[in-house]
């Protein structure tokens, strides 16, 4: 077992390794940084900016390969580079990556929960007006883009200031900046902040969610050991969530692995168009402006999130699965 | 005993009167007789209609300003309204919906075909070849699809959308070919591709002829869900100025566009976004029926318990 993790680690990191060199390549032979300088006025001696781009490790007249090693060779140290306004990547990146695990870690919590609920629920009262009518709702949602949802809150909600005529959603930023008052107000400030990416980001997963832990559901309801658990004399509910629940949520959970590289994008989008300032954004403006080191930093995360993503649904299905544990 | 004559040309043509069922039409009948497929694939056809047969109907064409009209709300001139530009909506949108079609069905197809020769030839070669194919899967995986595109985006312009699909088609195929992989490697033990085998039949005309053919069904149904997948996705690259590149339109670059102006003028963003939403349902839902029609059991032994 010790063996078999060890290699699947080693397998994991190679693959992190290969998919950020490969998007360090990709990024540094597609973006050109050097048009930054281009057509300003007064136009910038190009010795001035060789000199600039070759500080940066952006410069496009070194080899590839060249700026690769001095790149791999900062990173060994855990250094990204250099950003092309000549910040540090790292530091730019420390301070965004909280922004994008808050939102992330709500939109992935509220969505999935809701949606193992509403599909069980719906399972249950399999073809009642519940069932109908989440089924329904989650196919109009699946056919709905994220980019498209987040607008069509951020107009559902100025409308809805309007009648109310009040303030009662924020659509921009995480937080009012200069907001003075106690702890109770910012709460409630960053709660009508939060609210609406939270919507648009976690929505799709809901549908997702709902629909496939419906049918997970069905498959366990009509099974023999909720049938002998009954029998045994357990409450109806208990059955149903100690049971039959556990039991329908072991493919959820594997399927999870696979949505969350959805859901990075999905995040991505939400932070553009609600102006946060966390790593989706960054993604979007570094590659506008031909940030190559901070595209490279951003791809790497990315694929760590993604295995790690996986590593957990292993993780949780070895709890929620006793074969697994035993084997 | 014997029949006659008469009666034996009775009973033949009474055989031949009976036709053997085709796959094809039993499909097609379990896939009309439902609900959703008859919705589906009439939404699909209206908007296949609009987007190819609509562009005539109206009297301008997407490349046209009118510049007495900026930002008017619908009317008899412009059936849809006018953009800031003067660019009249119903003329562009048409081209966005017919734009995004094409893409999403290239791409889909591309990309499951992919995903099938990758994922058939990962299972029946075992040994090196699968392994090697299932680290690259695996790796592709792990590259985030939305950031490679946006970084190629300076390679699509002027007009290299061709390539665009062919590197939207490159994200699509990862999650297929793991099912075909696994497929193939059960399909393998079957008696009839051993006896292609044993009769020496070369493993690649197996694959191509006897293991691909076989899962028909299941790349049917992936290639229709993909094509709402690359849609979705190639609306977003548009939305933030990755894909599809001006002058030409797509869905995406119209929402974008229209959500700046949506407070004052809904017209130019509820259009694009609404065919948008309607167009991927209707993929959707021909998707989801099809994969019922093609495997009626799985559905059936779930609903009679």
């Not at chain 1, 190679?14 to 597609?30: D, N, P």
Request: glycine share 8%; aromatic share 10%.
């Amino acid at each position: 077992m010790a063996g078999f993790l060890a290699r699947r680690l080693l397998n994991y990191l190679v693959l992190i390794i290969v998919a950020t060199s490969l998007a360090y390549m990709l990024a540094a032979s597609a973006l050109n940084p050097r048009s930054n300088y281009e057509g300003r006025n007064p136009p910038i001696p190009p010795a001035v900016i060789d000199a600039r781009l070759t500080e940066l490790n952006l410069n496009d007249e070194t080899p590839l390969f060249q700026r690769y090693l001095t790149w791999a060779g900062g990173l060994l140290h855990g250094d990204f580079g250099k950003t092309v306004t000549g910040g540090s990547v790292n530091d730019d990146l420390a301070r965004r990556i909280g922004v994008t695990l808050r939102l992330i870690t709500t939109g992935l919590i509220v969505g999935s929960v809701t949606g193992v609920l509403i599909g069980a629920y719906a399972a249950v009262k399999q073809y009642g007006v519940f069932d109908r009518l989440s089924t329904a709702v989650s196919f109009v949602v699946l056919a709905v883009p994220t980019v498209v949802l987040a607008n069509i809150l951020i107009i559902a909600v100025i409308w809805f200031n309007d009648a109310v005529g009040t303030q009662v959603f924020l659509v921009s930023g995480e937080a009012t900046p200069g907001l003075q008052g106690g702890f109770l107000t910012q709460l409630v400030d960053r709660l009508q902040h939060l609210i609406l990416p939270t919507i648009s980001l976690s929505l799709g997963l809901v549908a997702v969610y709902s629909r496939y832990q419906r049918n997970m559901m069905l498959d366990v309801l009509g099974a023999d050991f909720i049938r002998t658990a009954m029998a045994k004399g357990l409450r109806r509910r208990t059955a149903l969530t100690r049971h039959a629940l556990r039991t329908a949520l072991i493919p959820a959970v594997t399927y999870f692995a696979f949505t969350f590289g959805s859901l990075l994008v999905g995040t991505t989008f939400t932070e553009k168009i609600f102006g946060w300032h966390g790593m989706g954004e960054q993604l979007v403006n570094s590659i506008s402006t031909n940030d190559v080191n901070t595209v490279a930093a951003i791809s790497c995360f990315a694929a760590l999130a993604v295995l790690l993503a996986a590593l957990a649904s292993d993780v949780f299905h070895a709890v929620l699965d006793p074969r697994v544990r035993v084997g | 005993m014997t029949i006659s004559d008469e009666e034996l040309a009775e009973q033949q043509s009474a055989i031949g009167r009976i036709q053997a069922p085709s796959r094809l039409r039993v499909v097609a009948g379990r896939f009309f007789g439902s609900l959703q497929g008859r919705i589906g694939f009439a939404l699909l056809g209206l908007i296949f209609l609009l987007a190819f047969v609509g562009p005539y109907i109206g009297r301008w064409t997407y490349t046209d300003q009118d510049f007495t009209a900026f930002l008017q709300p619908p009317s008899l001139a412009h059936w849809w309204g006018t953009l800031q530009t003067g660019a009249d909506v119903y003329a562009v949108t048409l081209r966005g919906l017919q734009k995004s079609l094409i893409v999403g069905l290239l791409a889909a197809v591309i990309g499951t075909t992919l995903a099938a020769v990758v994922g058939a030839f990962a299972g029946y070669f075992t040994g090196w070849a699968d392994r090697s194919l299932t680290w690259v899967t695996d790796l592709m995986l792990v590259l985030p699809a939305f950031l490679i595109l946006a970084i190629m985006s300076p390679l699509f312009e002027s007009g290299q959308w061709l390539l665009f699909v062919l590197v939207l088609a490159v994200f699509l195929w990862m999650v297929t070919s793991k099912i075909v992989r696994s497929m193939t490697i059960s399909l393998k033990e079957r008696e009839f591709i051993q006896a292609a085998r044993f009769m020496g039949v070369p493993p690649v005309k197996i694959i191509f002829r006897h293991i691909i053919p076989n899962m028909s069904s299941l790349l049917v149904v992936d290639a229709t869900l993909n094509v709402s997948a690359a849609i979705l996705t190639e609306t977003s690259l548009s939305y933030f100025g990755f894909g599809i590149q001006p002058p030409d339109v797509s869905l995406g670059s119209l929402i974008a566009d229209g959500a700046r102006t949506a407070i004052y003028a809904p017209w130019t963003f509820w259009f694009c976004s609404g065919l948008l939403i309607v167009m991927v349902l209707a993929v959707n839902l021909v998707g989801d029926s099809l994969r019922d029609a093609f495997d009626p059991t799985a559905q059936r032994g779930r609903e009679n318990r």
